[in-house]
């Protein structure tokens, strides 16, 4: 369980703004331990498979916007109008990619970062404090929900994003005085 990993990336809009430190900042103060990291512009084809992860998420991702926004459509069509604004989105600029390591690090990262929408994010989250944007918003403007941070949403998805951005060589293991503070069951090896 110390072991679990998790996917962070800074998209385009958090590295224009200077928040590459306070979004590690945030995450390294719980605990979690950084094992991965890099930046690059993703392409189109990187983007796409990275939303793709699960073969449904087209369809999935579209009936449940026509589902909040009550209406009759195609969820494929639907879904596929999404893609294309997340890929553009996170194709516009440099991102920074992260692997962070520690118990339970999905869901305290989920917990962390906030909702997608950061609107309704609560006030000490990442997108709570540092994004005012909406889905309102982004749809008048035919685009995504700007929110800083993508954040895996399980386990199994974490172990596939990963595996997507990351070659194996990438990831380093390696053990920090903090893992015995954190996960030690007596705190053994911290006196001399």
Known sequence: MTKERTLVIIKPDGVQRNLIGEVIQRYEKVGLKLVGTKMLVPTDDQAKKHYTTDPDWVEKT????????????????????????????ITAGP???????????????RKITGGTEPKTSDVGTIRGDYVIDSYELANIDDRSVRNIVHASGTVEE?????????????IVKYTLIQDAVLYSADLKGIVE
């Open 62 to 89: 579209g009936k449940k916007v026509l589902e909040i926004a009550n209406k009759e459509g195609n969820s494929i069509e639907e879904g596929e109008k999404i893609l294309k604004r997340l890929s553009r989105y």
């Open 95 to 109: 991102i920074v990619c992260m692997v962070w390591e520690g118990v339970h690090a999905v869901e305290v990262v």
């Open 158 to 170: 974490a172990k596939i994003e990963i595996d997507h951005w990351f070659d194996k060589g990438e």
